[in-house]
Nanobody
Framework: QVQLLESGGGLVQAGASLRLSCAAS????????MGWFRRAPGKEREFVAA????????RYADSLKGRFTISRDNAKNTVYLQMNSLKPEDTAIYYC??????????????????WGQGTQVTVSS
């Protein structure tokens, strides 16, 4: 089973940048998908971004395109989320997720692998 550990969250002012990291350990799905989700206070969890094994297939929530960038380093079993021009509405707990198949994720939107515990991102105005 894959264990996921997020890091890099914190308190920043609007307009700042943060880079989140998600380190995978255990039985890693190197050929699978990795993704980021977030849950804002009082809201449902929402999809942020996903990336396939080779790193050349990515998907983003439409509202976040251009500000957030997902990447991965398979040698380090780590996926990153670069967040720029942060806004107060980006305040949320950010979660990392894995799935054995990027194709399945793209077709169904379901993530059947592991989830991390989350890292808090707070953006002040």
């Amino acid at each position: 089973q894959v264990q996921l550990l997020e890091s890099g969250g914190g308190l920043v002012q609007a307009g700042a940048s943060l880079r989140l990291s998600c380190a995978a350990s255990g039985r890693t799905f190197r050929r699978g998908a990795m993704g980021w989700f977030r849950r804002a206070p009082g809201k449902e969890r929402e999809f942020v971004a996903a990336i396939g094994w080779e790193g050349n297939t990515t998907r983003y929530a439409d509202s976040l395109k251009g500000r957030f960038t997902i990447s991965r380093d398979n040698a380090k079993n780590t996926v990153y989320l670069q967040m720029n021009s942060l806004k107060p509405e980006d305040t949320a707990i950010y979660y990392c997720a894995s799935d054995p198949s990027m194709r399945s994720v793209l077709m169904t939107g379901r993530w059947t692998g592991s989830w991390g515990q989350g890292t808090q991102v707070t953006v002040s105005s």
